[in-house]
């Protein structure tokens, strides 16, 4: 077991409208939202813009997979964003499963007494906090990091 890497991270749930970010501590301890961001063509500079002010020293993207763990188009869409992102970013970028993220996130914020409408501008970020403290867990109990990297796209020859 290598143990655990210490830096911030941040969690991504990337969605066709909005994207989810949250952040954690440079220890891992604890992950909290961040921001909504607006999904179109400035989102990605806004997410490196965040990647900066926090320093963080990797981003996570989750993964949805279907609950066989195929690729759906959601997932193609969040592997295709991912790729974007370690491109332009210039920071590891890896990919994790978050097959529950959003169901759990809905359920927290219904739990917490917050309707499916009240909760919408927020329940992106809920989705990251739940994907990226999962992915601190995996990681602080088997000593390697969760997902798999992704690699910068290839420029075209």
Do not use: W
Not at 6 to 29: E, M, N, S, T, W
Not at 86 to 97: F, I, Q, Y
Not at 102 to 108: N, W
């Amino acid at each position: 077991m290598t143990g655990f890497r210490r830096g911030v991270r941040l969690g991504i749930d990337v969605g066709r409208a909005r994207i989810g970010v949250a952040r954690c501590d440079p220890d891992g301890l604890l992950a909290t939202p961040l921001e909504t961001v607006a999904r179109g063509e400035g989102s990605i500079g806004r997410i490196i813009e965040l990647a900066t002010e926090y320093d963080a020293s990797e981003l996570l993207v989750g993964l949805p997979l279907n609950m066989r763990g195929e690729d759906t188009a959601s997932t193609t869409d969040a592997r295709e964003f991912a790729e974007g992102l370690a491109t332009a970013s210039g920071r590891p970028v890896r990919l994790v499963d978050e097959r529950l993220s959003t169901v759990s996130a809905h359920a927290a914020l219904r739990d917490s007494g917050r309707s499916q409408r009240s909760s919408r501008s927020i329940v992106d970020q809920v989705a990251a906090v739940v994907l990226l403290q999962q992915a601190l867990d995996v990681e602080k109990s088997t000593g390697r990091p969760a997902g798999s990297p992704v690699p910068p796209a290839q420029e075209p020859a």
